[in-house]
Nanobody
Framework: QVRVVESGGGSVQAGESLRLSCTAS????????MGWYRQGQGEQRELVAT???????SYADSVKGRFSISRDNGLNTVHLQMTRLKPEDTAIYSC??????????????WGQGTQVTVSS
C-alpha cells in the first residue's frame, strides 16, 4: 500500500509565501513523477507543478516565476515553495504521485489535500 501525505498550507496575505510538502511512502517500486494540483471553489482541478524521475519540471503558466517545486530523498518527498501569493491562488492543493506499486503496475495516488487561502 502506498500513502501520499501532505503538510503545510494555511492562510496568508497577498504577497506572502507558503511552503507545501508531500511524502510518498509504503510499497513503492518506483516513482514516475510527483506533482501538485489545485482546485478552487467551483473550478476544475488544474496542474500546478510536476517533477519526474529524470528531474524534468513543468509549471502552470499562472505560477511560473512565483512557485518552485523541489525534491528530497530521490522523489519520495517534494516541496512546493509558493511566493508572491495572490488571492487567485486560493484553492485546495493536492499532491499526486504516479507510482509503480508493483514491478508492472503504476497508479495515481493522491494526498488528502490542504487548503491555501490568500486574502487581499
Amino acid at each position: 500500500q502506498v500513502r501520499v501525505v501532505e503538510s503545510g498550507g494555511g492562510s496568508v496575505q497577498a504577497g506572502e509565501s507558503l511552503r507545501l510538502s508531500c511524502t510518498a511512502s509504503g510499497s513503492i517500486f518506483r516513482i514516475i513523477a510527483m506533482g501538485w494540483y489545485r482546485q478552487g471553489q467551483g473550478e476544475q482541478r488544474e496542474l500546478v507543478a510536476t517533477v519526474n524521475a529524470g528531474g524534468a519540471i513543468s509549471y502552470a503558466d499562472s505560477v511560473k516565476g512565483r512557485f518552485s517545486i523541489s525534491r528530497d530523498n530521490g522523489l519520495n518527498t517534494v516541496h512546493l515553495q509558493m511566493t508572491r501569493l495572490k488571492p487567485e491562488d486560493t484553492a485546495i492543493y493536492s499532491c499526486n504521485g504516479r507510482i509503480y506499486d508493483s514491478p508492472t503496475t503504476w497508479r495515481d495516488y493522491w494526498g488528502q489535500g490542504t487548503q491555501v487561502t490568500v486574502s487581499s
